[in-house]
């Protein structure tokens, strides 16, 4: 994946224009773009949650410290969900040709019993 696929708030994402936001929760859009964005926000429930999350964030400060600080979180829960994913093939397989081997043992020995005991 890419690093702009995994920013929460990323630049090219088409719904949510990361400045425009910012901007509107500022107070510095004109009537009109803030009018455009509230449109938005009527029309795409992820943009309006995005507002209203932003919103909520007590110190506006803060916001690029708590979005840096969700992007760290994410890299390192998908770093550590891949590691998870890459130990656990390297355990199951052994396995799994472990027990196709048995299974044509098996039926190898058996084909090879039917057949000496219908011999007789």
Request: proline share 1%; charged share 30%.
């Given at each position: 994946?890419?690093?702009?696929?995994?920013?929460?708030?990323?630049?090219?994402?088409?719904?949510?224009?990361?400045?425009?936001?910012?901007?509107?929760?500022?107070?510095?859009?004109?009537?009109?773009?803030?009018?455009?964005?509230e449109?938005?926000?009527?029309?795409?429930?992820?943009?309006?949650?995005?507002?209203?999350?932003?919103?909520?964030?007590?110190?506006?400060?803060?916001?690029?410290?708590?979005?840096?600080?969700?992007?760290?979180?994410?890299?390192?829960?998908?770093?550590?969900?891949?590691?998870?994913?890459?130990?656990?093939?390297?355990?199951?397989?052994?396995y799994?040709y472990?027990?196709?081997?048995?299974?044509l043992?098996?039926?190898?020995i058996a084909?090879?019993?039917?057949?000496?005991?219908?011999?007789?």
């Amino acid at each position: 994946m890419s690093k702009d696929l995994l920013n929460i708030l990323s630049n090219s994402n088409k719904d949510i224009d990361n400045q425009k936001l910012m901007d509107y929760l500022s107070g510095k859009l004109s009537e009109q773009e803030q009018h455009e964005l509230e449109k938005q926000m009527a029309d795409s429930d992820l943009v309006n949650d995005a507002v209203e999350g932003l919103k909520s964030i007590s110190s506006q400060q803060n916001i690029q410290s708590y979005v840096d600080q969700l992007n760290k979180d994410l890299h390192q829960q998908l770093k550590q969900r891949r590691t998870r994913r890459t130990r656990k093939k390297l355990k199951d397989e052994p396995y799994i040709y472990i027990a196709i081997v048995l299974v044509l043992a098996l039926v190898v020995i058996a084909y090879f019993v039917i057949d000496k005991l219908s011999a007789r």
